[in-house]
């Protein structure tokens, strides 16, 4: 079955999309500012008593991180570079979490000297570091779970502590000075499973209770992380949907009186908004009678597309060439095997697909400019234009 287009663009989305794009040269990804405008105010509208802090990841552009800004954002930092980015722009400390549970000492303090006191932790030697590095500052506990089979990009195993492991650090921060804040979890990203959420709630809730009843702490704050979907292949809930049963949920554990919620959205703020645009470098046969074709494209895990690892992300693949269409594996343009887009997972490519035409891979503004390589087989990392 061939896309359809307007299951993800509108016409008018997309042609100011394709006039960008036809000035230019392919590789490159397109972004739609106007998108992630709506995107963050969909989610406002589904949560409007969250806090949302960007996670900067997912494209840290300027044109992104300033429009976001903008909009009265905070942001989930992963490293110092990051940081130097976001400050650059204006951002206050204060609207900033350093969520990131791996870090150096010394970025620590860095981000203390900045301003920064809300940080991640899962483990009691990253605890120690924050205790000397930033004394006094808030500390919430990234807890592990469920919903790894069910997110297309899960996030679990690395990050994260056990239930009890995450108490005693709560306790061990406010022994060591610092301020036990909250705790926060990430369920996967493009999680599609939303009871996933329901599960990690209910998780939060107990270590909420005990720790008041067992050790006086009064926790402030769930960090609900990212995990809300883009639109791929893989069809899931709208976002309104997500946000009504994740609303209910938190209501059936913490009743009217919320506790402050911060949200991470990544992906899902800015991956419809973005089409990146390559052209058919070489369309070949394995054999005289193979059934498949294979379609090398100028872009390619290395370059942009390194979520198709294990075929985990399945981008909606437009070409305005129609007609019959056969099945194709499609690959990349790098001397490197393993630069294999599709495989397993059968894409339908027009019998009439030839060299020099367009795909335009749908759905692309997150995890692409940021994941490419910088000279991976002498390949330029890949362009980026925001309209
Ligand atoms: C700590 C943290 N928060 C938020 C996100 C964003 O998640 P998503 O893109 O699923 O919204 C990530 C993604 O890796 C993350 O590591």
Redesign the pocket.
């Known amino acids: 079955m061939p896309i359809k287009l307007e299951e993800y663009f509108d016409r008018d989305t997309f042609s100011r999309i394709k006039e960008c794009a036809d000035q230019h040269e392919t590789p490159f990804l397109v972004v739609d500012l106007k998108t992630i405008d709506r995107a963050y105010d969909e989610l406002v509208d589904g949560f409007p008593f969250a806090n949302i802090?960007y996670?900067v990841?997912?494209n840290p552009a300027n044109e992104v991180l300033s429009l976001l800004k903008n909009k009265g954002s905070n942001f989930?930092i992963?490293s110092i570079y990051e940081l130097e980015k976001v400050l650059a722009l204006g951002v206050k400390p204060e609207q900033i979490s350093f969520?990131?549970t791996i870090k150096k000492s010394r970025h620590i303090r860095a981000f203390y000297e900045k301003g920064v006191r809300l940080y991640?932790t899962d483990s009691e030697a990253d605890l120690r570091n924050i205790a000397k590095a930033a004394p006094g500052s808030k500390i919430y506990v990234?807890i592990l779970t469920e919903g790894s089979t069910t997110a297309d990009?899960p996030?679990s195993r690395k990050?994260g502590c056990q239930t009890d492991m995450a108490m005693d650090l709560l306790v061990l921060a406010r022994e060591l000075g610092l301020v036990p804040y909250g705790i926060?979890f990430?369920v996967?990203?493009?999680?599609r499973d939303i009871g996933a959420w329901d599960a990690a709630i209910a998780k939060v809730k107990v270590i909420f209770e005990r720790l008041k009843e067992e050790d006086g702490i009064e926790l402030k704050m769930i960090n609900m992380?990212?995990?809300?979907p883009a639109n791929y292949l893989t069809k899931t809930n709208t976002l309104k949907t997500y946000a009504e049963e994740i609303t209910r949920f938190l209501q059936e554990d913490f009743g009217d009186e919320l506790p402050e919620i911060i949200l991470?959205?990544?992906?899902?703020?800015i991956a419809n908004a973005g089409i990146l645009v390559s052209e058919v470098v070489l369309v070949s046969r394995k054999s005289h009678t193979a059934l498949e074709r294979w379609v090398f494209t100028d872009v390619g895990k290395f370059s942009g597309l390194i979520e198709t690892m294990d075929e985990s992300i399945k981008f909606p693949i437009y070409t305005e060439k129609k007609g019959e269409l056969e099945e194709a594996v499609i690959a990349g343009p790098t001397c490197d095997s393993a630069d294999i887009m599709y495989e397993n997972y059968k894409y339908g490519m027009p019998l009439n697909l030839a060299i020099g035409d367009r795909l335009y891979w749908l759905s692309t503004g997150?995890?692409t400019t940021s994941y490419s390589a910088i000279e991976f087989n002498g390949f330029p990392p890949l362009e980026a234009f925001y309209i």
């Not at 992380?225 to 809300?228: A, C, E, K, S, T």
């Not at 991470?264 to 703020?269: A, I, M, V």
């Open positions: 802090y996670a990841k997912a989930d992963a969520g990131n991640a990234r990009w996030l990050f926060s990430h996967g990203s493009q999680q992380g990212g995990g809300f991470e959205p990544g992906r899902s703020l997150a995890y």
